[in-house]
């Protein structure tokens, strides 16, 4: 008997692969409430290490509001910064934006995280088994599914079929997600387009324990090579270095072709492109040498019931990943568990697309010129191209967004500014700064963004300034919140987290208030939050939170009749 039928054949949603990203919506999914199947066709206890390697700070930022930054940083290596050499000389240049992280400002995550899929998926996998609700198959594949548009409740049928005993069971749910990599089949299935390019040039990746006369060998450093483009050279968890070069056409036509490409060749090769700087292999755990594909499916969703996810709605270059999915599970937990509108989960293609095309554009770019050829954007430039690789990485939007703390969404209906757009400086769509606050009587330092945990909840955070310019209108707030037609009243109140953010010390929520607080009380004694989010400490506001921490909308202190037309166009009513 298949172990599906053992467990469950009607869940809310189930996931198509057991990568990184369909284990992290495993997690995600089963933390706010939802029962998940996720289904591999591999053995992932067999599996090899290599593949994706590096987190930056934004995504470390996410993984944190989900309880899970800490087992990644005990397992992996930080780097905050690093050198680039041009002829066995440090020059500026190379990957500019992990360099001197410890200047980036409103994060606390000054570093990149570097650790192998393999370990990362473990770490992911254990989180979701100690979650009730979820059900981790492997040696299962998708053989198919239908969607019968006239079931209201379970309306997705999947096929699987275990690989042990050959079995096809059904499994019904109500939405399918397809997290299985560039080959997806639930795209294929789906007849998603999948448009893009595939580029001519190979590249080699390799982990390996080695030993180097490079200085500083333990840092995010590059190397310019006239051979071999400009190399990554990536210290990862348990001592070893993620090395990276490209393989040109002349070097594949010197191996005769890709399948003479050995790990002796590899090897080989890497100290070539490393010199004047020796290298000598200690051991080699992972090397592959593979091909660069841009592209993007034609949607993220399928009849308002299949979705796509990482790898499967898009493919790039590694190096310019920004690391996992996290932008769909809470938005498709409040759907499954009624309490969004259609139009909440609808936001998930216009939000990732955005996003997506920009790293696809910018991945264009740096993939070529470090493969040493010239982009469009920069043809009829005569410099050599190491030297527009410098310009490119050299530019501060590039490199915030890259990070992952310069993305920002676009005004929607989930993005809004309905109020005086003075009362803050940040915006509508922007991602929420992290900031110390202090508690309440041991002033221990606690961070905003560790504060609003992801939950699943919008985070209703009243920056209520200083108290006695405010006290009246935090008095008439909580006066105003409490009537029938307030949002409060209107809407479930589990999406709901709320807290509050005097810019004032004070021993008693209450007494620093006038009034009963709103949720838990932090301070901000120094003003810094409220600086930092350019709230007038004589004024206040209310600023709302999305799950995922990126600004929903602002109000001033007065504005619960604003926040009522903000959920509703969101949120379904009690």
């Not at 499954?336 to 997506?356: H, N």
């Not at 209906?413 to 922007?430: C, F, K, Q, R, Y």
Request: proline share 4%; aromatic share 8%.
């Amino acid at each position: 008997m298949s172990r599906f039928a053992e467990t469950q054949n009607t869940v809310d949603v189930v996931i198509v692969g057991g990568g990184p990203v369909g284990l992290l919506l495993t997690y995600q999914l089963a933390r706010f409430g939802c029962r998940v199947s996720i289904i591999e066709q591999d053995d992932k206890t067999q599996s090899s290490y290599g593949r994706a390697s590096t987190m930056w700070p934004r995504t470390i930022e996410l993984l944190d509001q989900l309880d899970l930054a800490e087992p990644l940083i005990q397992a992996g290596m930080i780097t905050r910064s690093g050198l680039h050499f041009h002829e066995g000389r440090r020059v500026k240049g190379g990957l500019m934006y992990g360099n001197r992280m410890d200047k980036l400002g409103d994060t606390f995550f000054k570093f990149a995280l570097h650790l192998r899929q393999r370990l990362t998926e473990e770490i992911f996998a254990d989180a979701a088994s100690k979650e009730i609700g979820s059900t981790h198959m492997m040696l299962h594949r998708m053989q198919g599914f239908t969607i019968d548009q006239n079931e209201d409740s379970h309306p997705v049928t999947v096929q699987i079929k275990d690989l042990n005993t050959e079995e096809v069971v059904d499994i019904k749910c109500k939405y399918l997600i397809g997290a299985d990599g560039g080959k997806s089949t639930v795209r294929k299935l789906a007849n998603i387009s999948f448009e893009g390019e595939h580029t001519q040039g190979r590249w080699i990746r390799m982990d390996a324990r080695v030993t180097t006369d490079m200085p500083n060998p333990r840092c995010l450093n590059s190397i310019d090579s006239a051979s071999h483009g400009q190399i990554l050279w990536c210290p990862i968890d348990n001592g070893l270095t993620r090395i990276g070069y490209v393989f040109s056409g002349s070097l594949i036509e010197k191996y005769g072709g890709v399948e003479g490409v050995t790990q002796e060749v590899a090897m080989v090769e890497a100290k070539q492109a490393l010199h004047p700087f020796k290298l000598e292999f200690l051991s080699v755990d992972w090397f592959t040498i593979y091909g660069i594909g841009q592209r993007i499916a034609g949607t993220f969703c399928a009849n308002d019931r299949v979705f796509l996810a990482g790898d499967a709605g898009h493919t790039h270059s590694s190096g310019s990943a920004q690391g996992l999915n996290t932008d769909l599970a809470w938005k498709l937990a409040l759907r499954v568990r009624g309490l969004a509108k259609k139009a909440l989960l609808d936001s998930y293609d216009a939000e990732r697309r955005q996003v997506v095309q920009t790293v696809i554009d910018n991945d264009k770019v740096i993939s070529t010129l470090i493969s040493g050829h010239y982009p469009p954007r920069f043809q009829g430039r005569s410099e050599p191209t190491r030297e527009l690789l410098t310009e490119w990485f050299n530019d501060l939007n590039m490199q915030h967004f890259t990070l992952g703390l310069g993305i920002s969404y676009p005004l929607s209906l989930l993005n809004v500014t309905i109020a005086d757009p003075s009362v803050a400086t940040i915006d509508p769509g922007e991602r929420g700064p992290d900031v110390y606050l202090t508690s309440l009587g041991t002033g221990d330092p606690l961070r905003l963004q560790k504060i609003l945990s992801n939950r699943a909840k919008f985070s209703i955070v009243v920056f209520s300034g200083n108290t006695e310019y405010t006290r009246l209108a935090l008095v008439d707030l909580r006066t105003t919140i409490t009537a029938l037609d307030s949002f409060v009243n209107v809407f479930p109140a589990q999406i709901f987290q709320w807290f509050t953010i005097p810019a004032t010390f004070g021993n008693g929520g209450q007494e620093i208030l006038g009034c009963h607080p709103f949720g838990k009380v932090y301070l901000d004694t120094e003003m810094k939050a409220h600086e930092m989010y350019g709230v007038d400490i004589r004024r206040g506001a209310v600023i709302v939170f999305r799950p995922d921490g990126w600004i929903g909308t602002v109000v001033p202190l007065s504005g619960v009749g604003q926040l009522n037309h903000y959920f509703d166009a969101i949120l379904n009513r009690r």
